[in-house]
């Protein structure tokens, strides 16, 4: 009978600094493996022991120390199968991006991670060293290469694993999500497996992690490039994989193929989870929003419903002078439909009172945004207040296109501590709400077909101040993700005044971003720690 090798992938959500939690999570997931799925050995994410990413943490003596004691204790404690765990390993030269597989008290193998990347969310080389040598284990008379995550990206590892005799690769991971980027991770691994011609096991992480959402979707590919195996996405679990050695090549076994998932259900769920780790991880008994029986909050609503459950909500609608009957009933039919907290809660008091005061301060101007603002602000002021009274966090509203242009009042509707839909465009929240909508009706059709308004002034539209979110997102896509100039967009078929505009719009609004709280990162590119530019320029896009 030729040998298998048994792995479990251990696809769990941790938690970034809580060592002694995540390693009691791999000491019971690892007892699991062995006792319910017969595994020779189980494989645990990128960093597992203090979660990833780390960041400043990893200078910190504290978590150095912890990291030895949680380490010690898996090594300890782990009996009856084998644990590859991902940890910082610290030495005198410096800190490693480390794999450490150990087995009833012995350390088996060690592997350093070689690539570091350093580009988009990732910035390793500010805290690890480089690895140097490939690393080679037998496991049930297969010889195993150990990779980890930006390992598989670039081609020297995998090839100095097969010139070294690997027969297998198993790569762990720290891989957040963005849109189509499983299909990116499956064609770069099939583009490595075809170069050396051996199969590989790839396990990502699943959780939120501040503006980061890990995916899962681990997988399992034979060496002609094929996925034979594929973990559900968003989904803690454990996976069998069970590998056969047949005339001396590693040769997977087929299993469970989870299907890909739509754009819309992919985004939707990717910011379901965000929310719920962001908000649970920080111990918060719940949330409030502002609901204006426009599309954002509605949204935004149904993403806190489905994160937290209904009775974590509370909605809050703030009507001004002018805020439509419409809007009041939409928002009222929306909180119904979710069974959430709701109060009515309306401004014009505080609003007629913030001009009283400043009426002598603005005599002789004319209105503009500032009393549009004033609104907003009333609005941040009553549901701050919320917070504080009951601990709940606030999520805000605001979406990509907004954040970019500057289509946002500080301290009023930026106001918050999380921000679910800040890397959505205004046209992808449409149909992230169509999509939430086809599961069960929550969001009302009105909200769905009317012109979005901020309703700050009479008979107003969106459009009185921006381009047709049918021009505008497309600009901002190019600009933001693609990094292209004015001319390369015009050559797309815009008009180069509109073009110019909106790329102002976002250079001088870059003082709000910095000052925006954090959201769930679906893109390429979104605001946040992947864009990084200056407040102060004299940059100008025309030139």
Same mark, same amino acid.
């Given at each position: 009978? @030729?040998?298998?090798?048994?792995?479990?992938?251990?696809?769990?959500?941790l938690?970034?600094?809580?060592?002694?939690?995540?390693a009691?999570?791999?000491?019971?997931?690892?007892?699991?493996?062995?006792?319910?799925?017969?595994?020779?050995?189980?494989?645990?994410?990128?960093?597992?022991l203090?979660?990833?990413?780390?960041e400043?943490l990893?200078?910190?003596?504290?978590?150095?120390r912890?990291?030895?004691?949680?380490?010690?204790?898996?090594?300890a404690?782990?009996?009856?199968?084998?644990?590859l765990?991902?940890?910082?390993?610290?030495t005198e030269?410096?800190i490693?991006n480390?794999?450490v597989?150990v087995?009833?008290?012995n350390?088996?193998?060690?592997?350093?991670?070689?690539?570091l990347?350093?580009?988009?969310?990732?910035?390793?080389?500010?805290?690890?060293k480089?690895g140097r040598e490939?690393?080679?284990?037998?496991?049930?008379?297969?010889r195993?290469?150990?990779?980890?995550?930006?390992?598989?990206?670039?081609p020297?590892?995998?090839?100095?694993?097969?010139?070294? *005799?690997?027969?297998?690769?198993?790569?762990?991971?720290? @891989?957040p999500?963005?849109?189509g980027?499983?299909?990116?991770?499956?064609?770069v691994?099939r583009?490595?497996?075809?170069?050396?011609?051996?199969?590989?096991v790839?396990?990502?992480?699943v959780?939120?992690?501040?503006?980061?959402?890990?995916?899962?979707? @681990?997988f399992?590919m034979?060496?002609?490039?094929?996925?034979?195996?594929?973990a559900p996405h968003?989904?803690?679990?454990?996976?069998p994989?069970?590998?056969?050695?047949?005339?001396?090549?590693?040769? !997977?076994r087929p299993g469970?193929?989870?299907?890909?998932?739509?754009?819309?259900?992919s985004?939707?769920?990717?910011?379901?989870? *965000?929310?719920r780790?962001y908000?649970?991880?920080?111990?918060?008994?719940?949330?409030?929003?502002?609901?204006? *029986? *426009?599309?954002?909050s509605?949204l +935004?609503l149904a993403?806190?419903?489905?994160?937290?459950?209904?009775?974590?909500?509370?909605?809050v609608?703030?009507?001004?002078?002018?805020?439509?009957p419409?809007?009041?009933e939409?928002?009222?039919?929306?909180?119904?439909?979710?069974?959430?907290?709701y109060?009515?809660?309306?401004?014009?008091?505080?609003?007629?009172?913030?001009?009283?005061?400043?009426?002598?301060?603005?005599?002789?101007?004319e !209105?503009?945004a500032?009393e549009?603002?004033?609104? @907003?602000?009333?609005?941040?002021?009553?549901?701050?207040a919320?917070?504080?009274k009951t601990g709940?966090?606030?999520?805000?509203?605001?979406?990509?296109?907004e954040m970019?242009?500057g289509?946002a009042?500080l301290?009023?509707?930026?106001?918050?501590?999380?921000a679910?839909?800040k890397d959505?465009?205004?046209l992808?929240?449409?149909?992230?709400a169509?999509?939430?909508?086809?599961?069960?009706?929550?969001? !009302?059709?009105?909200?769905?077909?009317?012109?979005?308004?901020a309703?700050?002034r009479?008979?107003?539209k969106?459009t009185?101040?921006?381009?047709?979110?049918?021009?505008l997102? !497309?600009?901002?896509e190019?600009?933001i993700?693609?990094?292209?100039?004015?001319?390369?967009?015009?050559?797309?078929?815009?008009?180069?005044? +509109?073009?110019?505009?909106?790329?102002?719009?976002?250079?001088?609004?870059?003082?709000?971003?910095?000052?925006?709280?954090?959201?769930v990162?679906?893109s390429?590119?979104a605001?946040?720690r992947?864009?990084?530019y200056?407040?102060?320029?004299?940059?100008?896009?025309?030139?």
């Amino acid at each position: 009978m @030729s040998p298998t090798l048994r792995l479990a992938l251990a696809q769990l959500n941790l938690f970034v600094g809580d060592v002694a939690g995540n390693a009691q999570r791999v000491l019971h997931a690892a007892a699991e493996a062995r006792d319910c799925l017969a595994a020779d050995v189980v494989l645990f994410p990128e960093l597992t022991l203090c979660g990833y990413p780390p960041e400043d943490l990893l200078f910190h003596k504290g978590l150095r120390r912890q990291v030895a004691a949680a380490l010690e204790r898996v090594r300890a404690e782990s009996r009856g199968i084998g644990v590859l765990v991902g940890y910082p390993e610290y030495t005198e030269e410096g800190i490693y991006n480390a794999a450490v597989l150990v087995r009833d008290g012995n350390t088996l193998a060690n592997y350093r991670k070689q690539e570091l990347p350093n580009y988009a969310v990732f910035d390793e080389k500010r805290y690890f060293k480089h690895g140097r040598e490939t690393c080679i284990v037998e496991l049930n008379g297969i010889r195993v290469a150990l990779l980890i995550c930006e390992d598989i990206w670039q081609p020297i590892p995998a090839r100095a694993a097969k010139a070294a *005799g690997a027969q297998l690769l198993v790569i762990i991971n720290g @891989s957040p999500y963005a849109l189509g980027y499983q299909n990116r991770r499956e064609n770069v691994v099939r583009e490595r497996v075809r170069e050396v011609n051996l199969p590989a096991v790839y396990l990502n992480m699943v959780g939120g992690q501040d503006e980061l959402v890990f995916d899962g979707g @681990s997988f399992v590919m034979n060496a002609d490039g094929e996925v034979v195996q594929r973990a559900p996405h968003f989904e803690e679990g454990l996976f069998p994989v069970e590998i056969d050695l047949i005339d001396d090549k590693a040769v !997977p076994r087929p299993g469970q193929i989870a299907p890909p998932q739509s754009d819309e259900a992919s985004v939707y769920n990717a910011l379901v989870l *965000g929310v719920r780790d962001y908000v649970g991880k920080h111990g918060f008994p719940g949330v409030v929003i502002g609901l204006s *029986g *426009g599309i954002d909050s509605a949204l +935004t609503l149904a993403i806190a419903v489905d994160a937290l459950g209904k009775d974590k909500v509370h909605a809050v609608m703030m009507p001004s002078r002018y805020t439509s009957p419409m809007s009041i009933e939409d928002a009222a039919a929306q909180a119904r439909l979710l069974g959430v907290k709701y109060d009515v809660i309306p401004i014009e008091g505080m609003f007629e009172a913030a001009l009283t005061a400043l009426k002598d301060v603005f005599a002789g101007r004319e !209105p503009d945004a500032t009393e549009e603002n004033i609104q @907003s602000r009333c609005r941040g002021l009553l549901l701050m207040a919320i917070s504080n009274k009951t601990g709940r966090m606030v999520l805000t509203t605001g979406n990509k296109s907004e954040m970019a242009v500057g289509y946002a009042t500080l301290y009023g509707d930026m106001a918050g501590g999380f921000a679910p839909i800040k890397d959505c465009s205004k046209l992808f929240v449409y149909r992230l709400a169509r999509y939430r909508n086809s599961l069960s009706p929550v969001i !009302p059709q009105r909200v769905l077909e009317r012109p979005p308004s901020a309703e700050l002034r009479p008979d107003q539209k969106d459009t009185d101040s921006l381009p047709p979110y049918e021009v505008l997102d !497309p600009i901002l896509e190019l600009f933001i993700e693609d990094d292209l100039s004015v001319d390369e967009i015009c050559a797309r078929g815009f008009d180069r005044a +509109t073009v110019a505009r909106v790329l102002e719009m976002v250079k001088r609004n870059e003082y709000k971003r910095r000052q925006a709280p954090p959201g769930v990162r679906i893109s390429q590119r979104a605001f946040g720690r992947d864009w990084r530019y200056p407040i102060t320029s004299g940059y100008r896009a025309m030139r």
